[in-house]
């Protein structure tokens, strides 16, 4: 008999229900052996509907009865540190939800543990899996734009009921809803950065080699008190600058925007992926436009979650969003969120 990759859900909320139980369970190599989240009536629906044996609230007890291959993490922001790290003590490979954790400290610390256990981190970043964001990250990588000197990096959701604390639109009718004390509440690393921002880092870091290591910013906020806009300067370890924004207001009719520019020593890369274009133009006139297929700009999060399970079974597959992409992620926004606090330029 085939073998199947054992998985292991923890915090099973709203994106879990509706992402990765559902792709997990359609997925033949794996078998999901066991789910935790609070609430035991949650947890017995949540069972039911994706034919799950074993339900646990206490997240220690389902590490420590149930043998897997794999664990896929979905708590609040603040706890992932926590869980990953119990579950990487139990020789588990991860999928850590973004941000991966909330201070820098906690994301490189998971990432030395995950290191010296020869585990990987996948952080379910759904554009680092495009086709097209491999080619942007080739291009840069054989130097098409040269020396990266400067990016301009931008991202709007429609997402002001989300972080105002209010039902978010588009979950009514959903087995769970996202809750306002993990969105919306400021001492619970909610925000528009923890919470959107981090998406199109987390493209940045996969696209270019870079290293934050200084970050001023301001914010704007929500009713709640959290980040409705973020606006930040960011210094490279190369020398290279900065121009990051984020808004969780555009309008529930229109989709994401993420317009990324990286201005290199001889050329720029240009990526919207609203507008479906990616394309370098060099200043000797060599340039390369790369076709993005209609609708390929939308977001999807099935891939992580099978590339997880093709890791567990020891296939030779790439982690196209491992988990120092989403470090440097976390490096910037915590110093972006210390920085908005003391109004001073802060150090990652």
Known sequence: ????????????????????????????????????RLGAEELAELQRKFDVPLGFEDYRAMLDQVPMDGVVISSPHQLHHEHAVAALAKGCHLLVEKPLTTTAADA????ARADAAGR????????????????????????????IEHVVLQMASALEDLFAGQPMKETEGHMFRPPPSTWADPARAGGYGWGQLVHALGLLFRIADLEPSRVF???????TGVDYYDAAVVQFA???????????????????????????????LLLDIERERLEVRRRDGRD??????????????????????????GRPVENQSPGVVGMRAVEVLDALYRSARSARLEEV
């Open 217 to 223: 910013a301001i914010t704007g906020k929500s009713p």
């Open 108 to 111: 490189r610390d998971l990432i």
């Open 238 to 268: 190369n020398g290279a600058t900065a121009s990051v924004s984020g808004s969780a207001t555009s309008p529930k009719h229109r989709g994401n925007q993420i317009d990324l520019r990286i201005f290199g020593s001889e050329g720029v």
């Open 288 to 313: 390369t436009v790369v076709e993005m297929p209609a609708g390929s700009g939308a977001y999807a999060c099935e891939k992580p979650l099978n590339v997880l399970v093709d890791i567990c079974l």
């Open 120 to 147: 990987q981190v996948i952080v379910p970043y759904g554009w680092n899996f495009k086709a097209w964001t491999d080619e942007a990250r080739a291009l840069v990588a054989k130097g098409e734009i040269g020396r």
């Open 1 to 36: 008999m085939t073998r199947r990759a054992r998985i292991g859900v923890i915090g099973a909320g709203w994106w879990a229900a509706v992402n990765h139980l559902p792709v997990l369970s359609a997925n033949e190599d794996c078998e999901v052996v066991a789910v935790n």
